[in-house]
T-cell receptor, first 112, second 113 residues
Framework: NAGVTQTPKFRVLKTGQSMTLLCAQD?????MYWYRQDPGMGLRLIHY???????AKGEVPDGYNVSRLKKQNFLLGLESAAPSQTSVYFC???????????FGPGTRLTVL | AQSVTQLDSQVPVFEEAPVELRCNYS??????LFWYVQYPNQGLQLLLK??????LVKGINGFEAEFNKSQTSFHLRKPSVHISDTAEYFC???????????FGAGTTVTVRA
C-alpha cells in the first residue's frame, strides 16, 4: 500500500495563476482532509470530505476549492494564487471521524 | 470553539535525558486528543491518542501521555530520548460534534549528544 500520496511535491506559481493539487489514498478511507502548514501556526484545516461527492469548509477555506469525485481522490484547487498562499500543503485521510488521520508527504507551494 | 496551546516552542535536550512536552486544550464539547510527530521534510505520523478509558496512554517509540481533564492538559513524556527523536511534535484535539482536528503550533525537540 502506498498510503496517502500527493502530487506535485513542489511548485512555484506567479500571482494570479491557478493550479490543482492531487491527493490519493489506497486505504478505502471515507474521510479526507486538506491542511496548510505555516511556521509557528501548526496545521490549519482548509477543507474536508466525509465521503465521495461531499465537501465541507474548514478553518481557512477562502481562496481554495475542493472536489471529491472519486472516493480515493481529493483535489485542492487554487483559482487565482496569492503570495499569502505560499505554504506547505498536507493531505490526510481517515477511516472514520475519530479515526487516526494518515498524512501524505506534503506539497511545498511558493507563490511569487 | 476549540484551541490547543503548546507551551514550549523549542525544547533542547541531551541524549538519554527525559523530556516532557506540554499541551493544554480548551473546548466547549468533548474532545479526543492526539500527539503527532513530524520528522524533517516528512508528513505527520501518529505517536498516540486518547479516545476514552485509561488516562495514561502509551504510544510508539517509548512515548506516553496523560490526559488530565481537570487541568485540560495532555502532556507528552519520554523517559530517555535518542538523537533520532529530533523532530517537531504537534498536539491536536478532535471535537466530538464535528470531528474537526485542531493543532497546536508545535514544539521542536532537538536532541544533542
Amino acid at each position: 500500500n502506498a498510503g496517502v500520496t500527493q502530487t506535485p511535491k513542489f511548485r512555484v506559481l506567479k500571482t494570479g495563476q491557478s493550479m490543482t493539487l492531487l491527493c490519493a489514498q489506497d486505504m478505502n478511507h471515507e474521510y479526507m482532509y486538506w491542511y496548510r502548514q505555516d511556521p509557528g501556526m501548526g496545521l490549519r484545516l482548509i477543507h474536508y470530505s466525509v465521503g465521495e461527492g461531499t465537501t465541507a469548509k474548514g478553518e481557512v477555506p477562502d481562496g481554495y476549492n475542493v472536489s471529491r469525485l472519486k472516493k480515493q481522490n481529493f483535489l485542492l484547487g487554487l483559482e487565482s494564487a496569492a503570495p499569502s498562499q505560499t505554504s506547505v500543503y498536507f493531505c490526510a485521510s481517515s477511516y472514520e471521524g475519530i479515526g487516526t488521520q494518515y498524512f501524505g508527504p506534503g506539497t511545498r507551494l511558493t507563490v511569487l | 470553539a476549540q484551541s490547543v496551546t503548546q507551551l514550549d516552542s523549542q525544547v533542547p535536550v541531551f541524549e538519554e535525558a527525559p523530556v516532557e512536552l506540554r499541551c493544554n486544550y480548551s473546548s466547549s464539547v468533548s474532545v479526543y486528543l492526539f500527539w503527532y510527530v513530524q520528522y524533517p521534510n516528512q508528513g505527520l505520523q501518529l505517536l498516540l491518542k486518547y479516545l476514552s478509558g485509561s488516562t495514561l496512554v502509551k504510544g510508539i517509540n517509548g512515548f506516553e501521555a496523560e490526559f488530565n481533564k481537570s487541568q485540560t492538559s495532555f502532556h507528552l513524556r519520554k523517559p530517555s530520548v535518542h538523537i533520532s527523536d529530533t523532530a517537531e511534535y504537534f498536539c491536536a484535539s478532535l471535537r466530538s460534534n464535528d470531528y474537526k482536528l485542531s493543532f497546536g503550533a508545535g514544539t521542536t525537540v532537538t536532541v544533542r549528544a
